[in-house]
């Protein structure tokens, strides 16, 4: 990424245009840094997960992120049959855990632990970061 604004402007302008390019590359990453979960969010339609609608999630996941040390993820539900869990975020700390409808009506409630607990430690070890 930092090749895409630094090249063009260094050869045309040396050490001034890489300055630039450093800068603009920098600016670019912070813009999608910052803005990331909130825009993943509003694209896929995900509503926050209420604790009245699924307190047996929400208690898995401040149990394990509490193991993993981790700062919990936003829950959030995606209304579709779809069985499916996922992770997102940037950060550790700004994380967004998705939970599909039909797997909240499919799966137990040992299944749809092991499903939470694999979700974070992808959160734990850094994976989201490549998917996001």
């Not at 630039?20 to 920098?26: A, I, K, Q």
């Not at 509503?47 to 936003?74: Q, Y």
Request: with cysteine.
């Amino acid at each position: 990424m930092l090749v895409l604004f630094t090249l063009p402007v260094t050869i045309l302008g040396r050490y001034a245009g890489l300055s630039f390019g450093c800068l603009l590359s920098v600016c670019f990453l912070s813009f999608l840094f910052f803005g990331s979960t909130q825009k993943i969010s509003k694209k896929l339609n995900l509503e926050p997960l209420s604790l009245g609608e699924s307190p047996e999630i929400h208690h898995a996941v401040k149990e394990f992120s509490r193991r993993l040390g981790l700062t919990p993820p936003k829950v959030t539900i995606l209304r579709t049959p779809a069985l499916n869990i996922g992770a997102f975020g940037l950060n550790k700390n700004r994380s967004t855990l998705i939970v599909t409808e039909g797997l909240l009506k499919t799966l137990s409630r040992a299944e749809l632990t092991a499903l939470i607990g694999r979700a974070l430690c992808a959160i734990g070890y850094g994976d989201t970061l490549l998917v996001t």
